[in-house]
């Protein structure tokens, strides 16, 4: 089965920047489109961006859109989200899950494994 776990959250001032990592278990990672997700408290979880499982193919809502980039490395099993320019309203739980498609979807449904999480905080 497959296995995700992420790292590299923690605090970090307004203006700076985090990568997080999302590690699998398994060697074949290469067919799956990797998604991450935010969940703050009080809030529903939401999409922040996605990787296609070539990496041809990314997307990214508004409200990261050229602060946030997703990348993957298919030979080390391992997805990346580089966060820069953070602001205090990215603060929550990042989460990598991988989808059942290849290709990117926006519904939260389609990703079938989900790793546990890691704390991202931006505050002075």
């Known amino acids: 089965q497959l296995r995700l776990v992420e790292s590299g959250g923690g605090l970090v001032q307004p203006g700076g920047s985090l990568r997080l990592s999302c590690a699998a278990s398994?060697?074949?990672?290469?067919?799956?489109?990797i998604g991450w997700f935010r969940q703050a408290p009080g809030k529903e979880r939401e999409g922040v961006s996605c990787?296609?499982?070539?990496?041809?193919?990314?997307n990214y809502p508004d409200s990261v859109k050229g602060r946030f980039t997703i990348s993957r490395d298919n030979a080390k099993n391992t997805v990346y989200l580089q966060m820069n320019s953070l602001k205090p309203e990215d603060t929550a739980v990042y989460y990598c899950?991988?989808?059942?498609?290849?290709?990117?979807?926006?519904?939260?449904?389609?990703?079938?494994?989900w790793g546990q999480g890691t704390q991202v905080t931006v505050s002075l």
């Open positions: 899950a991988a989808s059942r498609y290849y290709y990117c979807s926006g519904n939260i449904p389609a990703y079938d494994y």
């Open positions: 398994v060697v074949t990672l290469d067919r799956y489109a």
């Open positions: 990787i296609s499982s070539s990496g041809l193919s990314t």
